[in-house]
């Protein structure tokens, strides 16, 4: 069983910043893709970012593109997610999930192509 965590959302004004962590463990393979998504109440959970193993490609949805940051961290399995000029619209849950790097990565946008998601953080923009 692999088990993912975050940490780090929480309450910030609107133009802050926020850094989430993630962290994945548990099983003997070594390669994830991992993603973020959010959910805002009463909407459905959506793509926000995705890096391969390695680091070398990561994906944004457009609503972030040029505002959040995606990064790996020494240890292949972690992730974290830099988020500079937060909106309100960016107020939601935010979760990290994992696949494994020998999926098609074409599919790295979707719920379904994750096996392994965390608990979510709450991340709250408001003045």
């Known amino acids: 069983q692999v088990q993912v965590v975050e940490s780090g959302g929480g309450l910030v004004q609107p133009g802050g910043s926020l850094r989430l962590s993630c962290a994945a463990s548990?099983?003997?393979?070594?390669?994830?893709?991992m993603g973020w998504f959010r959910q805002a109440p009463g909407k459905e959970r959506e793509f926000v970012t995705a890096i391969n193993w390695s680091g070398s490609s990561t994906y944004y949805a457009d609503s972030v593109k040029g505002r959040f940051t995606c990064s790996r961290g020494n240890a292949r399995n972690t992730v974290s997610l830099q988020m500079n000029s937060l909106k309100p619209e960016d107020t939601a849950v935010y979760y990290c999930?994992?696949?494994?790097?020998?999926?098609?990565?074409?599919?790295?946008?979707?719920?379904?192509?994750?096996?392994?998601w965390g608990q979510g953080t709450q991340v709250t923009v408001s003045s």
């Open positions: 999930a994992a696949a494994p790097s020998t999926r098609n990565s074409g599919d790295y946008y979707k719920v379904s192509f994750y096996d392994y």
């Open positions: 548990g099983r003997t393979f070594s390669r994830y893709t």
